[in-house]
């Protein structure tokens, strides 16, 4: 129900955008988020928005570079990556809470999407 796409192959300073569409229902309602997975790491909290889009919430490494926002027209959710470096190289996963509202755990998300694959070369 969530299909994550935009992911591919960078230099380091450039920009992607990723997009996350849902389809299904309708998540104009729920807490949106991106997470990132490195090889050989956990998956990691990026960047959350709330349901109208009035608030948004980043993880340090990424403040500052990243955009996250919504357009629930479209039932879809956005990651404007900006500055890119080699750290952020990872496979993205967009996700959608239904209950908890603007959170950085993980365990909150209730849907998840099937992950897209951003590579930052140096």
């Known amino acids: 129900q969530l299909q994550a796409f935009g992911g591919g192959l960078v230099q380091a300073g450039g920009s992607l955008r990723l997009s996350c569409a849902a389809s299904g229902r309708t998540f104009s309602s729920y807490a949106m988020a991106w997470f990132r997975q490195a090889p050989g790491q956990e998956r990691a909290f990026v960047a959350g928005?709330?349901?109208?889009?009035?608030?948004?919430y980043y993880s340090e490494s990424v403040k500052g570079r990243f955009t996250i926002s919504r357009d629930n027209a479209k039932n879809t959710v956005y990651l404007q990556m900006n500055s890119l470096k080699p750290m952020d190289t990872a496979v993205y996963y967009c996700?959608?809470?239904?209950?908890?509202?603007?959170?950085?755990?993980?365990?909150?998300?209730?849907?998840w999407g099937q992950g897209t694959l951003v590579t930052v070369s140096s």
């Open positions: 996700a959608a809470d239904r209950t908890f509202g603007l959170t950085y755990l993980e365990e909150h998300y209730d849907y």
């Open positions: 928005v709330n349901w109208d889009g009035a608030n948004t």
